[in-house]
Nanobody
Framework: QVQLVESGGGLVQSGESLTLSCVVP????????RGWYRQAPGKEREFVGG???????KYADSVLGRFTISGDNAKKTTYLYINNLKREDSGVYYC????????????????WGQGTQVTVSS
């Protein structure tokens, strides 16, 4: 099955910024909203935010004000910009197609890919 490819993670200092990318195959790009999720060590994967093809966004309360999701429809790429990184932002970040749209963040469509690791040091 199709898996999305995430990139852009790395080791960063607390307070720095980072932009993650997610390339979505053209054949499924417009099916529904694209969501970003993260999984910290020892914790369950959680929704951080999503974006529709029209640019409407939704964020988890815990990341409001620091996370920004955008999309380049021409490049079929979705971005997650994280500002003022904190140690608790560390984890593996994944993207997926939101099966039923922004209002159902827990419902995803594809198998999870490899994700991209973000490690924030103080």
């Amino acid at each position: 099955q199709v898996q999305l490819v995430e990139s852009g993670g790395g080791l960063v200092q607390s307070g720095e910024s980072l932009t993650l990318s997610c390339v979505v195959p053209e054949t499924i790009y417009d099916i529904n909203a694209r969501g970003w999720y993260r999984q910290a060590p020892g914790k369950e994967r959680e929704f951080v935010g999503g974006i529709t093809g029209g640019g409407k966004t939704k964020y988890a309360d815990s990341v409001l004000g620091r996370f920004t999701i955008s999309g380049d429809n021409a490049k079929k790429t979705t971005y997650l910009y994280i500002n003022n990184l904190k140690r608790e932002d560390s984890g593996v970040y994944y993207c997926n197609i939101m099966k039923y749209g922004l209002d159902f963040p827990g419902q995803t469509w594809l198998d999870w890919g490899q994700g991209t690791q973000v490690t924030v040091s103080s």
